[in-house]
C-alpha cells in the first residue's frame, strides 16, 4: 500500500495541498471499508467456529457414548471403594446398595451426566468457547496440576518452536528457490526440482523414520528423539545447543517431504504471472529484473501468497501430531496422542477446540492481511471506488 | 471424452509416468494375487495365529536377501520331524509294558555364525504315566554331549537355551554356540556338517507314542524376515498393498466425486443452496481433521472402512470444493447448459448429465494426485496405533516396528520394507498425476 502511494505521490507533483487531503480523505474511506469488512468476516468466523467446536464437540462424545465409558467408571471407582470401606461392609445389603446408587447419583450430577446429553452438550460449548476447560481426567502437568489449560498450555512452546521454525524455513526457502528458478527456466536445477516434486508425496514422519534410521540408528550422530539431553541442561547456551540438536531431524524431514513440491508450484505459479503482458511490458521498458520482480511479480500474487501461507499454518497445526509422535517432541500433537490413548476426553475436547480456535484464527488472521493487500477489498468492491 | 483419450495417451511423452503407471500396474497385479492365494479369512488367522502358527519360524528374523548381501553364510531355519518318514524312527517293546522310541534327528549344518534359538517340540501320547526322554547331541566330529532327561507331557517343548542344567555343563557362553562351535577355539567358530540329536524315549504304556520335532531357528528367514511374534512380514507386506491401493483409490475417488457432484448441485441452484454450501466449507475448514479422525479411531472403531468412510465425509466439504466451484460457475453459462435448460431439462438431469460429465475428464490429474496422501494417511493413522484391528497392513508393520524399538535395536529390514513399499505406492501415483496435470491443464504444458 504505502509502495504503491509513495510512487504515486512522488510522480505527480501537482498541487501538494490538495492531493494530501484528498488522500486522507481516501484514506479514511479505506480505513472503515476495511473495518467493516474485518467486523462482518469476524462475526461470520465466530459462527463458523462456534458451529466447528460444536460439532468437534459432538464427535468427541461420539453423540453421548463416551459418557456411558464415564458412567462405567465411576460405578466402578465407588463399587471398588464401598467394597474396602470395613463401615459399609458390615452394612445389610440393602443399606449398601442404597449408599452406593446414592454416591453414584452424586457423582454423576456432579457430571450433570444425569441430564440428557444434547442438553449438556450446549454445557460443553459454553465452557469450551470461553476456554474453561476444566480438570483432566488421568493427564497431568509437569507442574504437577490437572487444570487442562496448563496441560495444554505447558505443551503449546514445543509445538510452536518445532513447526514454527521448520515451517517458516520451508516457506521462504521454498519463495526464494522458487523466485530464482522462475528466472532461469529450463536450466538443470528447475528440471530436477520438477523430477523431485513427486517426493513430495510421503509426509514428513515418513523421512522422519528414515532420518532417525540413517543419523540415529546407524551413525549415531543425532538423538532418537526428544526435545532436549536428560537432565535438561541448566546452563543456556548448552540448552539451546541440545535443542537446536534435537531439532535437526524433524526440521528437516518436514523440509524433505516439502521443499521440493512448495519449491515446484511457487516456480510454476511465478511463471504463470510472469507471462503477463504487463510483465512484458515492464521488461521491454527496460526496468531492473529486481524491479521487474518486487513490483510486477510478486505484488500481484501477495494474496495468493498469503493465503498458501494461511493454509500452511493450518497444515502446521493438525499435522504436528505424527511427526511429534515419531521424533518424541514434548508437544501439543503428543499430548493429544497420549491423551487419547488414556480416554482423557476433556484433554481431547480441549486439544480440539484448542486446534478450532487456532483454525478459526489463522482464517481471521488470512482474511485481515486480504483485506490489507487485496485492492478490491481496499477499494471497495463494486463501489465504483478509485481504481 | 475423446479428448480425454488423446490426453491420456499424450502422457506417452513423460518417462516419469511410464514409470509411475509401471509401478502401479505392478502393484495392482500384486494386490490380485495376494487376494487369491491367502484369502481374507486365511491372511487373518494367520496374522492373528500366534504361536500355534507361527512355532517354527525364528523371532526378529531378517529376510533372506540379507543373506545375499552379505559374505557369509547366514544360518536359516532348520526343522527336522520324527513324523517325516525320512528320519529314522525305531519302536521296540522291551517289557510287558514298556516301550523304547529311538529317533535320530539329523540335520546338516553349513552356515556361518549361530541359531539364535534351538528348540525341541515334543507330542506324545499316553493315558495316565508320562514318557521319559533323554536326548544326546552329537557333533560333527564324533562328540557325544548329553543335553537333557525329561517327562514331557503331552505336548510339550524343550528350549536350549532356557536350561541351566545344560548350561553349566557346556560352560560359559550361549548353550546353541557351545553346541554348534569348533571345541577349544577363540573367537567361536561354527562346526559345519551333520549334527544329530539323538532321542531315546521310554514309554510305559503300550499304546503310548512319542514323537519329536527339532527347530533350529535361523537368523534369517523367509522373504521378508520376522517380527517379533515370529510371524513372517511376507504376509503383512502382501497384503499391505491391496489395502493401501483400495484406501487410497477409494477414498481420492470417493472424494472427488462427492465434492464435485455438490459443487455442481451449489453452482446450478445458486443462492440458498450455494451460501449453505460455503457455509458449511467454512465450518469444515476449521474442524481438526486427523485429530477427529483419532478421536473416532479411540471410542468408536477402529475398522478400516468405518476410517475410510469418515475421511471421505470430512473431505467432501473440504477447500477444493471452492474451485470446482469456480469451474462449474464457467460450465453453467455455456450454451449447451442453456439448450438442454430450454428443451426442459430436469435439475438433476442437467447437474449429473451436462454439467458434472463435461468437468468429469479435468478431474482425473486431482484423484491421481489425491491418492497418495491417503495411502500415508492410512499409514500414519496405523503408526498412531489406530490400524485395523485384524488386517495387517504396512503402516500396522511399521507401527509395531516402532513400538518393539526396531531402529534402537538394528531390526532396520522390520522397517524399510513396508517403508519401501509405502514409498514405491506413493511416488507412483505422484509421478502419474503430476505428469497428467500437466497434460490437462495446457497452462501448466507450457511451462
Excluded at chain 1, 450430577?109 to 452438550?121: E, G, H, W
Excluded at chain 1, 494461511?310 to 503428543?334: C, D, H, K, Q, Y
Excluded at chain 2, 487369491?36 to 526378529?60: H, Q, T
Amino acid at each position: 500500500m504505502s509502495l504503491e502511494r509513495r510512487s504515486l505521490e512522488g510522480t505527480i507533483a501537482v498541487d501538494a495541498e490538495a492531493v494530501s487531503s484528498a488522500s486522507r480523505r481516501a484514506r479514511l474511506a479505506t480505513f472503515t471499508r476495511m473495518i467493516r469488512y474485518t467486523v462482518i468476516r469476524l462475526v461470520a468466523l465466530f459462527f463458523t467456529v462456534v458451529a466447528g467446536v460444536y460439532l468437534t464437540i459432538l464427535i468427541a462424545n461420539m453423540g453421548g457414548y463416551v459418557d456411558q465409558i464415564r458412567r462405567a467408571q465411576i460405578r466402578e471407582t465407588i463399587d471398588l471403594a464401598a467394597s474396602e470401606d470395613p463401615a459399609l461392609r458390615l452394612m445389610p445389603e440393602e443399606e449398601r446398595t442404597r449408599i452406593i446408587e446414592e454416591r453414584v447419583r452424586l457423582a454423576e450430577a456432579r457430571l450433570r451426566l444425569d441430564q440428557p446429553f444434547f442438553v449438556r452438550s450446549f454445557y460443553y460449548l459454553r465452557d469450551a468457547l470461553t476456554l474453561n476447560l476444566g480438570f483432566a481426567e488421568r493427564l497431568v502437568s509437569d507442574s504437577g496440576s490437572k487444570q487442562v489449560r496448563l496441560v495444554i498450555t505447558e505443551r503449546l512452546p514445543p509445538t510452536l518452536v518445532l513447526f514454527g521454525t521448520s515451517n517458516l524455513l520451508l516457506f521462504f526457502t521454498a519463495i526464494i528457490a522458487a523466485l530464482n528458478l522462475s528466472r532461469r527456466y529450463g536450466s538443470r536445477w528447475d528440471k530436477l526440482v520438477m523430477a523431485m516434486a513427486p517426493t513430495s508425496a510421503a509426509p514428513g514422519w515418513f523421512y522422519g523414520l528414515f532420518l532417525i534410521l540413517i543419523f540415529a540408528a546407524a551413525l549415531r550422530l543425532l538423538p532418537f528423539g526428544g526435545m532436549v539431553e536428560a537432565p535438561p541442561p541448566d546452563n543456556p547456551v548448552l540448552y539451546a545447543r541440545s535443542l537446536l540438536k534435537h531439532m535437526v531431524l524433524p526440521v528437516s524431514a518436514t523440509l524433505m517431504s516439502a521443499l521440493f513440491f512448495s519449491t515446484y508450484s511457487w516456480r510454476t505459479f511465478f511463471l504463470i504471472f510472469s507471462s503477463e503482458d504487463y510483465v512484458e511490458m515492464a521488461k521491454a521498458k527496460g526496468l531492473p529484473n529486481r524491479m521487474i520482480e518486487r513490483r510486477y511479480v510478486l505484488r500481484p500474487t501477495l494474496p495468493n501468497i498469503i493465503t498458501s501461507f494461511a493454509l500452511m499454518l493450518i497444515s502446521l497445526w493438525t499435522g504436528a501430531i505424527i511427526l511429534e509422535t515419531v521424533f518424541n517432541w514434548p508437544g501439543l500433537g503428543r499430548l493429544y496422542f497420549r491423551a487419547i490413548g488414556l480416554y482423557d476426553t476433556p484433554v481431547i475436547v480441549a486439544i480440539a477446540v484448542v486446534y478450532a480456535y487456532l483454525l478459526g484464527l489463522t482464517l481471521f488472521l488470512l482474511d485481515f492481511l486480504y483485506a490489507l493487500v487485496d485492492p478490491r477489498v481496499r477499494v471497495g468492491e463494486g463501489r465504483g471506488g478509485r481504481a | 471424452m475423446s479428448m480425454f483419450w488423446s490426453n491420456a495417451k499424450r502422457l506417452r511423452e513423460y518417462p516419469t509416468a511410464m514409470i509411475g503407471l509401471t509401478i502401479i500396474i505392478a502393484l495392482a497385479v500384486m494386490s490380485i494375487v495376494t487376494l487369491v492365494v491367502i484369502p481374507y479369512g486365511e491372511a487373518v488367522r494367520l496374522w492373528r495365529g500366534g504361536a500355534a502358527v507361527w512355532s517354527d519360524s525364528p523371532k526378529n528374523a531378517w529376510p533372506l536377501w540379507y543373506d545375499w548381501l552379505k559374505r557369509e553364510k547366514m544360518p536359516r531355519t532348520i526343522v527336522v520331524d520324527s513324523r517325516d518318514p525320512a528320519v529314522e524312527k525305531v519302536v521296540e517293546a522291551t517289557g510287558r509294558d514298556t516301550v523304547d522310541v529311538t529317533m535320530d534327528l539329523e540335520f546338516d549344518y553349513p552356515y556361518d555364525g549361530f541359531p539364535p534359538e534351538l528348540t525341541l517340540f515334543l507330542t506324545s501320547t499316553y493315558r495316565e504315566r508320562r514318557p521319559h526322554v533323554s536326548l544326546k547331541w552329537i557333533t560333527p566330529d564324533g562328540r557325544e554331549i548329553r543335553v537333557a532327561s525329561l517327562t514331557p507331557t503331552r505336548s510339550d517343548s524343550y528350549r536350549f537355551t532356557q536350561d541351566r542344567t545344560l548350561q553349566r555343563r557346556l560352560g560359559r557362553g550361549r548353550v546353541e554356540e557351545l553346541l554348534f562351535a569348533v571345541p577349544e577355539r577363540e573367537p567361536l567358530v561354527a562346526l559345519n556338517g551333520p549334527y544329530t540329536l539323538h532321542v531315546e524315549g521310554l514309554l510305559f504304556e503300550e499304546d503310548a507314542t512319542l514323537d519329536a520335532k527339532l527347530v533350529v531357528y535361523g537368523v534369517v528367514h523367509g522373504l521378508a524376515g520376522t517380527d517379533h511374534l515370529r510371524r513372517d512380514l511376507l504376509i503383512a507386506l502382501l497384503w499391505g498393498t491391496p489395502v493401501a491401493m483400495a484406501f487410497g483409490l477409494l477414498a481420492a475417488a470417493g472424494t472427488t466425486l462427492t465434492t464435485m457432484c455438490i459443487a455442481a448441485t451449489a453452482v446450478w441452484f445458486g443462492g440458498l443452496v450455494d451460501a449453505t454450501a460455503q457455509r458449511i466449507v467454512g465450518v469444515v475448514m476449521v474442524l481438526p481433521v486427523l485429530p477427529i479422525l483419532i478421536m473416532i479411531g479411540t471410542f468408536y472403531s477402529r475398522s478400516i472402512w468405518v476410517m475410510l468412510g469418515t475421511v471421505i465425509l470430512l473431505s467432501i466439504f473440504g477447500a477444493s470444493i471452492l474451485s470446482y466451484r469456480a469451474i462449474f460457475m464457467q460450465v453453467r453459462t455455456l450454451p449447451y447448459v442453456e439448450a438442454a435448460q430450454a428443451y426442459g431439462a430436469s435439475n438433476p438431469r442437467i447437474v449429473f448429465r451436462y454439467l458434472v460429465p463435461r468437468v468429469l475428464p479435468m478431474i482425473v490429474p486431482n484423484l491421481v494426485i489425491l491418492v497418495p496422501g491417503f495411502v500415508f494417511l492410512e499409514a500414519a493413522l496405523a503408526v498412531l496405533g489406530l490400524g485395523d484391528p485384524v488386517l495387517p497392513t504396512w503402516g500396522k508393520v511399521i507401527q509395531n516396528a516402532n513400538v518393539e524399538g526396531a531402529l534402537f535395536k538394528g531390526y532396520y529390514y522390520w522397517i524399510l520394507q513396508p517403508a519401501a513399499l509405502l514409498m514405491l505406492a506413493g511416488f507412483a501415483f505422484a509421478m502419474v498425476g503430476f505428469a497428467l496435470d500437466r497434460v490437462f491443464n495446457p497452462r501448466l504444458r507450457e511451462l
